[in-house]
């Protein structure tokens, strides 16, 4: 029997909530299917930064290469640590060191769910890249503290880096509806946007059977609530992907529907998945997150580990419990109802 190894990361706030959620449907659906999943849990969080002075221990990058996976829940607890200190302490390094360039977050509306738009025909998957761009953290501050001070953060845009991303974006668009929509602001940004739309250019010759348009992130943000049934697949880079993203979500009914996988494409190190909100420190403890953003984003790491028929019990458990009305509004059923509901779907 295939044995699986995967780091269980639940992190801050409602993260144990739904990474506990989704490592019950993981096991279920394990069993039925006839594999094994082994899970070990790092505290790696806000809280074991507290105690230590480190989001993860000096060999965190170290000790997770021996697993399969990793599933990480939700990371941040701005009242006691900034964003930008848990941020680039746990799930930057992972997504860098890793080589998880391809960041797929899909956008689709579950049965039974209703959205904010007039529009309910829309699946879009969007690809974000994850390892550079405005997120490479290249940049200073000097004069701190005086009316002198200065600021800057720069964006690395690699051909490497780009070249890879999109060819992922093509591929993936080759594979579903054959239409790829690529966001730059090549109009304001005139050196590392242009260089992003020549590169979706050249790579556009490659890959004529797939219809290529480029759009300012701008338009896109007003297409994704006007049109978005006019998308199929859309690749942006690191900060563009993660605003539209969160549009994304909300256009799927709340962002405790949108899941996402940080994938290593070479499989040259473990991917990992999560869902795309983050600790929600409001309702932390409350019992009320939504889990299926993370049980969603545990069968894409099924479907990346090869278990296909696995994930896909797990999407059509999701669907026959929000056709049934159950996790479709936000707050109304509770974190363990809905899991449980999903369970008896399995
Ligand atoms: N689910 C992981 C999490 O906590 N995400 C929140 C977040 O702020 N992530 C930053 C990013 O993806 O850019």
Same mark, same amino acid.
């Given at each position: ?18 990474? #506990?959620?989704?490592?019950?449907? /993981?096991?279920?659906?394990? *069993?039925?299917?006839?594999?094994? /999943?082994?899970?070990? !849990? ?13 989001? =993860? ?22 009242? !006691? ?33 209703? @959205? ?32 002198? !001070? ?42 590392? =946007? ?10 556009? @010759? ?12 701008? #338009? ?11 998308? %199929? ?5 690191? /900060?563009?992907? *993660?605003?539209?993203? %969160? ?8 962002? @405790? ?8 494409? %070479? ?10 909100? @983050? ?21 894409? =790491?099924?479907?990346?580990?090869? !278990? ?34 999903? /369970?008896?779907?399995?």
């Amino acid at each position: 029997m295939t044995t699986y190894r995967i780091a269980l990361i639940p992190g801050d706030g409602i993260g144990p909530d739904v990474t #506990a959620a989704a490592w019950s449907v /993981l096991e279920k659906v394990a *069993d039925k299917t006839g594999f094994t /999943l082994e899970g070990e !849990e790092f505290p790696w969080s806000c809280a074991f930064y507290k105690e230590t002075g480190t989001m =993860m221990p000096a060999d965190g990058i170290e000790t997770l290469c021996g697993f399969d996976a990793i599933l990480l829940g939700a990371v941040g607890w701005p009242a !006691e640590v900034p964003d930008s200190v848990s941020l680039h302490g746990l799930l930057l390094p992972i997504r860098k060191s890793f080589v998880q360039y391809a960041n797929i977050r899909p956008h689709r509306l579950l049965p039974g769910v209703k @959205g904010p738009l007039r529009s309910d025909g829309f699946d879009i998957l969007c690809i974000r890249e994850n390892t550079e761009g405005e997120y490479s953290g290249a940049g200073g501050r000097v004069h701190q503290g005086t009316a002198d !001070e200065v600021a800057v953060e720069t964006s690395i845009f690699t051909r490497t880096g780009v070249e890879r991303i999109l060819r992922f974006a093509f591929e993936q668009a080759r594979a579903r509806r054959g239409k790829l929509a690529s966001v730059t602001k090549s109009n304001a940004q005139k050196y590392s =946007m242009v260089f992003w739309d020549e590169i979706t250019r050249k790579l556009a @010759g490659e890959y004529a059977d797939v219809e290529v348009t480029s759009y300012h992130i701008d #338009a896109m943000a007003a297409r994704m609530v006007m049109a978005p049934e006019s998308l %199929d697949v859309v690749v942006a880079s690191n /900060l563009f992907g *993660d605003i539209l993203t %969160d549009l994304g979500a909300a256009i799927q009914g709340g962002l @405790g529907f949108a899941a996402s996988a940080n994938i290593n494409p %070479d499989r040259s190190a473990p991917s990992m998945f999560e869902p795309v909100h @983050g600790s929600a420190p409001d309702i932390a403890h409350l019992g009320i997150a939504n889990p299926i953003a993370a049980i969603w984003s545990g069968a894409m =790491m099924l479907e990346h580990l090869g !278990e296909k028929a696995a994930a896909g019990a797990i999407i059509a458990a999701i669907e026959r419990t929000t056709a049934d009305g159950i996790g479709t509004v936000p707050g109304k059923d509770r974190t363990e109802a809905i899991t449980a509901a999903i /369970l008896a779907q399995l």
